[in-house]
């Protein structure tokens, strides 16, 4: 009886590349919102080309909300307590 032998190569792919860049963590955010403003938030993103999703309208409202409220308070915002 012959032997036979089986032969097995194992392909590993290459790890993928890593940025350069320091990628900033992100975090999910969960808020209740009343109708009224839902309805609206649901007009503007139908009606303005610039917002594709709920999220990139809310994302630029709280970072220029953000923005707004380290102009009115230069001392009291977080990133400068540190």
Do not use: C
Not at 7 to 26: A, E, S
Not at 44 to 53: E, G, L, S, V
Request: net charge positive.
């Amino acid at each position: 009886m012959a032997h036979s032998h089986t032969t097995v190569t194992l392909v590993t792919t290459p790890p993928l590349p890593r940025p350069k860049k320091k990628v900033l963590p992100r975090v999910s955010v969960a808020a209740r919102i009343e109708r009224g403003y839902y309805e609206d938030l649901v007009r503007i993103i139908d009606a303005d080309d610039h917002y594709n999703r709920f999220g990139d309208f809310v994302r630029e409202a709280v970072l220029e909300k953000i923005d707004r409220w380290k102009k009115d308070h230069p001392l009291g915002g977080p990133s400068q307590r540190k």
